[in-house]
């Protein structure tokens, strides 16, 4: 039971319970939506930016806990953050789930850092971090639409 | 239940003893993680008995040549070993005839090769094919193909609430058009076992040849292609105690006479000069390259292992452990099973309320039990359920009552976890 404890801490199963920032949001600056097709989960993101910061951020979908706890975890960790800053933060936290060489955790990770337990659960990474894939997703293609007006 | 009282009380009078078919099971024996393996994820993959195992061994070991190819003693001892198989898997399925059993790499490939070759020649534009809402995307995506091709109409027939074909609908999607109906024998997500000799005969009153996909149903029940009357029927070696890589497709040999090869290569050809080649008999026109000659040979040391255990006995303890698997899994608190056909078999496909199929895997696997979780390849079947996965534990004759007991106990835990 302590290795699932690990797993699922108690921070995962609230936000699994009761996840922040659901819902849809109007007159988003960026969208995406991901798929995990292993699992059957689905998650749309929305974004405002200004002047380059993450102003809001919503999701809506369904999944695992886990893939529902990291969205609802990720709008809160990149809100105020400039879209750099959440670029790194990405790293950071693809680190966390993967890297099993890696004893310590990370401090500016947060909260965030509860997920450290996914990376003895190679079948479950992926649900950790389809949020944060949707999310460079919508970054990338309205950079790209950015850079091509 | 100890396994003991099970063979008594399952059993009542007869000789199945499932320790005794456990012990021929070596993977049962180990302990992954440092405990017993509690295996029920039989509809991905079953596990392979000493028989096999041997099989595989003393052919690589003793009997390895080429096949249909040499002279020497060795490679005729191997073609065969293969062509044993061959005919031991006819018997099995009781074709008329060795030849009409072709090797497959699985029942993909079977389904394939019937759509590659029958289906392009049979079915043109406009045409229509049938299958229906429980398929496996192997049993979906091929016909697709197809249809995209000859811009021909794949048509769906679909099942009710409890997970039965609708007949009537079935019926009433046969026309003039249709030109093959492709359905599956059982159900991999639901574990519904169709009425396949019902079906067959529908079509057949109007013309209409049937393949049958036989991947769930040959573990589980004698499967006498004659008597069902299908024109196709495949399976695969890996869900019948067999090696991975082998399977076989059975046609009737009027078509496969009739049908164009699938692939180009060796052994498919009784002559070949750059102006024209002349291609092969059946079964060996469809059999392009160095066969997985191992794989037949293996395949063919399975299903003889079945029939030694026989179909009445495994039928017999299968049905025991669905019966008291069902009543276990409904003692746990907000599961519902999705698939509850009055004829299935072996699989107990569940959503636990509030809770993913994959926290339940991932928990579950904790303890020790290796479920499936997902959509098992069958992403229509979610859709028709209104759910985005399912749990599923499927069984097979090396089952036991505690291992459903210990599932129930892992299912408790998640539930433990996510209150």
Redesign the interface.
């Known amino acids: 039971m302590s290795d699932l404890r690990e797993l699922y801490q108690e921070v995962i199963l609230d936000h699994n319970r009761s996840p922040r920032n659901f819902g849809p949001l109007e007159d988003a600056d960026l969208r995406a939506d991901g798929h995990n097709p292993l699992c059957g989960d689905r998650l749309s993101i929305a974004v405002k930016v200004s002047d380059g910061v993450v102003t809001d951020v919503r999701f809506e979908g369904s999944g695992c806990a886990i893939s529902k706890a990291s969205a609802s975890l990720m709008t809160e960790g990149i809100k105020g953050k400039t879209l750099d800053e959440t670029e790194v933060l990405f790293d950071r936290f693809h680190r966390l789930v993967t890297d099993r060489t890696v004893s310590t955790v990370d401090p500016e990770l947060g909260k965030l850092a509860v997920f450290a337990g996914v990376r003895d659960y190679p079948a479950r990474v992926k649900c950790a971090i389809l949020a944060w894939h949707t999310l460079r997703a919508a970054m990338t293609e309205s950079q790209e639409k950015v850079s091509t007006e | 239940m100890t396994s003991a009282a099970q063979t008594d009380s399952v059993h009542p009078g007869k000789t199945f003893d499932v320790e005794r078919i456990r012990e021929q099971f070596p993977i049962l024996a180990s302990k992954p993680g440092g405990r017993p393996l509690v295996y029920l994820d039989n509809a991905a993959t079953t596990q392979k008995p000493h028989a096999v195992l041997d099989t595989l061994s003393r052919y690589y070991a003793s009997q390895n040549a080429n096949i249909h190819r040499g002279v020497y003693q060795l490679s005729q001892d191997a073609t065969q070993a293969y062509e044993d198989a061959r005919a031991a898997i006819a018997t099995f399925l009781h074709a008329a005839e060795p030849a009409e059993i072709i090797f497959t790499r699985n029942a993909t490939e079977g389904i394939n090769l019937v759509a590659q070759t029958f289906g392009r020649q049979q079915v043109g534009e406009g045409d229509e094919v049938v299958i229906s809402t429980m398929e496996h995307h192997s049993n979906i995506v091929p016909w697709q193909m197809l249809c995209e091709e000859k811009r021909a109409r794949l048509r769906v027939v679909p099942i009710t609430d409890t997970g039965e074909l609708m007949l009537d609908e079935f019926v009433a999607l046969l026309g003039p058009r249709t030109k093959l109906v492709s359905l599956v024998h059982m159900s991999n997500s639901l574990g519904t076992v169709n009425p396949v000799r019902q079906l067959v005969e529908l079509a057949h009153a109007r013309d209409i040849p049937v393949l049958i996909d036989g991947s769930q149903a040959a573990y589980h029940m004698p499967v006498d292609v004659q008597a069902i009357g299908c024109d196709f029927y495949v399976v695969t070696g890996h869900k019948l105690y067999g090696p991975t890589g082998i399977g076989a497709l059975y046609g009737q040999r009027r078509w496969l006479d009739a049908m164009p090869p699938y692939q180009g290569g060796g052994d498919m050809i009784s002559s070949v000069t750059f102006e024209r080649t002349t291609y092969n008999e059946v079964p060996h026109k469809f059999e392009a390259g160095t066969p997985h000659i191992a794989g037949a040979i293996g395949l063919g040391a399975a299903v003889n292992f079945i029939s030694g255990v026989g179909f009445d006995a495994i039928a017999s303890h299968e049905r025991g452990l669905l019966e008291y698997g069902t009543l276990a899994l409904s003692g746990v608190s907000g599961l519902r099973l999705i698939g509850t056909a009055r004829d299935k078999a072996s699989i107990l496909s569940f959503v636990l309320e509030g809770?993913?199929?994959?926290?339940v895997g991932?928990?579950v696997d904790?303890e020790g039990v290796a479920i499936r979780?997902?959509?098992h390849c069958t992403?229509p079947v979610?859709d028709r359920y209104d759910v985005?996965?399912t749990s599923r534990a499927s069984l097979a004759m090396y089952n036991t009552t505690g291992e459903i007991d210990q599932l129930v106990a892992a299912l408790r835990?998640v539930r433990e976890?996510?209150?």
């Open positions: 809770v993913h199929a994959h926290d991932t928990i904790t979780t997902g959509h992403q979610m985005p996965a835990k976890v996510f209150g």
